[in-house]
């Protein structure tokens, strides 16, 4: 280096550069915690890791729900699920950054649940026998349940069993504690007490019988038997109940263990007692049986059955109504109680009186009895029945099981379904070979109690002769599948219309046949010519039958039919109708379209009314009608007349007229009547 002056220096200079890496936390991944677990709560720090490089100063950021306390990162933790997150992030002066960690949903723990019931009693025949206290629930929201204990038992799924050995009461108690030493507990004081003797010896369940596809209008016997005990007892007083629209009773008969074992009294009543009052049945049947009366040398030989199974107490019996709106309906008959004293057993001697448990529907699983319901019900003994009547007078014991029954009324459509012999509802089927076979050596005994039902089911190869052993032999190709079954006819509906002017009846389908039925002497013309008239008279009417004229028919495929349109005419009051069509198949005939059978005078709608009215009567036959509308002064105010047959609407306009009473008369023929209607303005 040079100044100005021509005087010269010289150095010499190093500069030594360095890079600095950026910020680094130790090993250089970022912690991450989501979903931690802390067994306790409260405040929870986490050290945080080493940072190396970076150029000072190095800055900490930190964001979420945390705070830096030195070398840590601290944060509370509440009990239960929290959604806390947060985040520390380190800085140089360059810039230069490093997350360290990061948190997302730390869960403090929660302690195990244990609920119990705090009392429970049991009844038991044998005190060395293990009992069950049900309805034990343990649970930990976390998962990490690690121990459950019982102190005077053990756990079996949700109850606690143990062994008394002696009645008295006993304390449970259940503990749970989890990984983090958290518990919880529960106590059960359970009371054993030792069960009646005579209910350790079996209280049996008293069954009334389900009827199967019973046809209506048939009779129908109902078994009540007794199953489960072989206990002796000396008697029992039964109530049934029913509907006597659908069943009409007949009567009680004893069943074959009264019988077999001479018991010396059995009767029936229908009605409870007389005093059934609110809310009691249509029908009722009493069934009463007592092993022994004080009437000499003669006594019963059994007292009960030495066997568990079912032994019949008594039958009882119904007629199935005729009304078809009950088809495929279950008529129920149900065990009633009207007082403490129904449906119960006594023992031998009398002591001691058995009422009603549980209390069971037909195809309901769950009992039905309810103890608050009070008499009369279908609910079973209430409690009132169960206090006994002081020391020395032992109460009522309700051991005993009743399960109701009923009458299951076939359909109409399966009755005689062809190939269903014995009425299942399965057509073709074995059993219905099996049992038209076992008709042939039996009789119809075989297809008791549905006889009427089998035997038109029988008729299975369309040959129109039922339960012969054709049928037997096409039943069987069906059953192996070399023959394929015959359709059942079904009926269809066919109404046919009275054309009124001329007298001229018409159907609106093809008919195969018809037979019409008058009232008295009636002259009927034929009016096509393709058919014949039959005409014959008996009990007072006349029949007249139209078929096919076979030797009308041009060509041998035409089909002898009637066809739609009129078919015969008479003067005739028509009773009724019945048809077929071409292939054999009854047809309904609807009732609407016959003349109506007497003279009908219906009274006005509106009524009151304002200004008009309408007035219907019907004539069973053509004939002049005058219907005549008078004040209530008895002046004719406005008369209608014509000559009809039939249903007839007569409109009055009634603006000209006054507010008030009046009255009209129809006179046709012999026959009158007068009504009154209103006119209100």
Known sequence: ????????????????????????????????????????????????????????????????????????????????????????????NLGRSDTAIVINNVTANNAPTVTCPGTYTVRVCDVNSVVCVPGIDVTDSDGNLQTVTVTGGTMNGSSVCFTPGSTGTFNIVINASDSCGASASCSIAVDVIAED??????????????????????????????????????????????????????????????????????????????????????????????AETN??????????????????????????????????????????????????????????LFVSGDVFDFGNPNPINDPSAGFPTYLGTQPECLGGGGPGKPAALPCLTFQNGGVDIICADSIDGRGDINLNGLDNEIADAVMLTEYFVSGLGAFAPHQDGSIAASEINGDGLPATVADLVYLIRIIVGDALPLAKLSHVTAPLTLQTAGDIISSNVELGAALFVFDGTADVTLLQPQMQLSTGQRDG???????????????????????????????????????????????????????????????????????????????????????????????????????????????????DAASGLYFYKLVAGNYSATRKMVLLK
């Open 295 to 352: 009437d000499g040398m003669n006594h019963p030989t059994c007292f009960g059955p030495a066997t568990t199974a079912p032994v019949e107490l008594a039958e009882i019996c119904f007629n199935v109504s005729n009304d078809r709106t009950l088809e495929c309906q279950f008529a129920p008959v149900r065990f009633f109680w009207v007082d403490c004293g129904d449906n119960a057993l006594s023992d031998q001697t009398g002591d001691t």
């Open 1 to 92: 280096m040079t100044d100005s002056c021509g005087s010269a220096d010289t150095c010499a200079t190093s500069v030594t550069v360095s890079f600095i890496p950026p910020p680094i936390y130790d090993g250089g991944a970022t912690i991450t915690i989501n979903g931690g677990f802390i067994c306790s709560a409260g405040s929870v720090c986490i050290p945080l890791p080493t940072v190396t490089g970076g150029a000072p100063p190095l800055t900490f950021a930190v964001s979420g729900s945390a705070t830096l306390n030195g070398d840590s990162l601290c944060f509370n933790v509440p009990t239960g699920q929290s959604s806390l997150s947060a985040t520390v992030i380190v800085t140089d």
């Open 541 to 655: 009417k006349t029949y007249a039958l139209v078929s096919p004229n076979l030797n009308t028919l041009s060509t041998a495929t035409e089909t002898p039919a009637l066809h739609s349109g009129a078919i015969i005419s008479s003067s005739g009051k028509l009773l009724e109708v019945s048809s077929s069509d071409v292939d054999g198949v009854l047809l309904d005939v609807s009732t609407e379209s016959v003349l109506p059978k007497s003279f009908t005078l219906n009274q006005n709608y509106p009524n009151p009314f304002n200004p008009s009215t309408k007035i219907d009567f019907t004539l069973p036959e053509t004939m002049t009608y005058s219907l005549v509308i008078y004040n209530v002064s008895g002046q004719k105010v406005q008369e209608f007349n014509g000559t009809t047959s039939g249903a007839v609407t007569v409109t009055w306009d009634a603006r």
């Open 197 to 290: 003797p005579l209910v350790c010896n079996g209280c049996p369940t008293i069954t009334l019988e389900k009827a199967e596809k019973v046809l209506q209008g048939e009779q129908v016997c109902l078994s009540i038997t007794s199953e489960g005990s072989a206990r002796p007892f000396g008697g029992y007083d039964l109530l049934v109940a029913y509907d006597n629209s659908a069943l009409v009773a007949l009567g009680a008969t004893a069943g074959s263990f009264i019988v077999g074992c001479d018991w010396e009294y059995f009767t029936y009543r229908f009605g409870a007692n007389g005093n059934c009052t609110g809310g009691c049945p249509s029908g009722l049947l009493r069934v009463v049986a007592l």
